[in-house]
C-alpha cells in the first residue's frame, strides 16, 4: 500500500494538437480538447500551443470544462544564457500557472535540441561532458530555488534530443542539483533511451515531482533505433501510443511509485498523429488502464 496519496490523472493536449508540428490537429479547436478531455474522465490539463497565456482569459476557459491546470512546457536556455535572463524569460507563463494554481512547471534545457527537427537523426543531439554538470547544476539550481520561492516549483524533463536524455544524464543530473530541481519522470522518454524506469524511479523518488506517462510500440521502436530516425519522425511513424497499447508495465510503474510515497498528477502524454489515432478514443484508453495499475497498487485515484 502506499505511504501517500492520491493521485491525480490529467492529460497533455499534445495528443490533439501538436506543439512541434503544427499540421497535426492544427484544425482542433481548444474547445474540442478541453470538452473531450473531461468527457474521458481527466479532471487537469497542462498547457498547449492553442491555451492562452492571460490567466483572466484561461481561468474561466478552465472552469467552464471542470478542469484544473497541472502544468505545461518551457523550452529552456540556461546553457547559453545567465539565471537572470532565464527568469526574465520565463516570467510571463510562470505568473499564469501561479495565478491559476499550477503545482509545477516543467523544465527543459533545449539549446541545441534536434527534438523539433525533422531532419536531424537524434544521434546528432547534443552532449554535454559529466566535468560541465557541476556547473550547469548550478545555474540550475539557482534558478529552481527562485521558481519554487515564486510559487511555481521546477519539474526537470529528461527528453530525447536533448542533453539530458539517458539515465545516466538523469543521474548526473540529479546528483549536481539542489533539492529544489524536481524530476518529471517520463515513462515514454526514459524507456526510448533505453534506461530502467523501475531502477531510476526508486533511485530518484525523492525528486520525483511530476509523471508523464506514455507508452511505446516496439516495432517502431526497434526501427527507428536502426534507421537513427529524427524525433519528429518516430512520432509520426508512432513511437509513442498511450499506456496500455505498448510493452511498458504500468502495474510496476505504479507499485514502485506506491513504494516510493509518489502523490501529485499522473498525465498521460502521447503525442502521436491525430488522425491515426484520435485523440479521446487514445486518452480513454490511457485512463483507463492507468486507473487499473494505480488501483491495484493500492491508491486512491480522485
Not at 154 to 159: L, P
Request: glycine share 10%.
Amino acid at each position: 500500500m502506499p505511504t501517500a496519496g492520491p493521485v491525480h490523472l490529467g492529460v497533455a493536449p499534445i495528443a490533439w494538437s501538436n506543439n512541434d508540428m503544427l499540421e497535426l490537429g492544427g484544425e482542433t479547436s481548444l474547445e474540442t480538447c478541453l470538452k473531450e478531455t473531461r468527457k474521458a474522465g481527466f479532471t487537469g490539463t497542462e498547457t498547449g500551443v492553442k491555451f492562452p497565456m492571460d490567466p483572466k482569459v484561461l481561468g474561466p476557459i478552465l472552469k467552464k470544462h471542470r478542469l484544473k491546470l497541472i502544468s505545461g512546457w518551457f523550452s529552456g536556455e540556461l546553457l547559453k544564457r545567465s539565471v537572470k535572463a532565464e527568469r526574465e524569460r520565463m516570467l510571463a507563463q510562470i505568473d499564469t500557472y501561479k495565478a491559476l494554481g499550477a503545482p509545477a512547471y516543467v523544465y527543459a534545457e533545449t539549446t541545441g535540441t534536434v527534438q523539433n527537427v525533422m531532419d536531424a537523426p537524434l544521434s546528432s543531439r547534443p552532449r554535454m561532458a559529466a566535468e560541465d554538470f557541476p556547473a550547469y547544476g548550478r545555474k540550475l539550481t539557482e534558478l529552481a530555488e527562485w521558481m519554487a520561492d515564486y510559487g511555481v516549483p521546477m519539474t526537470y524533463h529528461h527528453h530525447m534530443g536533448t542533453i539530458v536524455e539517458t539515465q545516466r544524464e538523469i543521474d548526473l543530473l540529479m546528483a549536481n542539483t539542489g533539492e529544489a530541481v524536481g524530476l518529471l519522470l517520463d515513462t515514454g522518454h526514459l524507456a526510448f533511451a533505453g534506461g530502467d524506469i523501475v531502477e531510476t524511479t526508486r533511485k530518484h523518488g525523492r525528486r520525483i515531482n511530476h509523471v508523464h506517462c506514455k507508452d511505446l510500440r516496439p516495432d517502431v521502436l526497434k526501427t527507428v533505433r536502426q534507421k537513427d530516425q529524427s524525433f519528429l519522425s518516430a512520432v509520426l511513424d508512432g513511437v509513442f501510443t498511450v499506456p496500455g497499447d505498448g510493452y511498458i508495465d504500468f502495474h510496476a510503474f505504479a507499485r514502485v511509485l506506491a513504494d516510493i510515497g509518489y502523490e501529485g498528477w499522473v498525465v498521460v502524454e502521447a503525442e502521436q498523429d491525430p488522425a491515426k489515432a484520435p485523440p479521446y478514443e487514445y486518452s480513454l484508453m490511457g485512463r483507463r488502464h492507468l486507473t487499473s495499475a494505480f488501483a491495484a497498487a493500492g491508491y486512491p485515484i480522485t
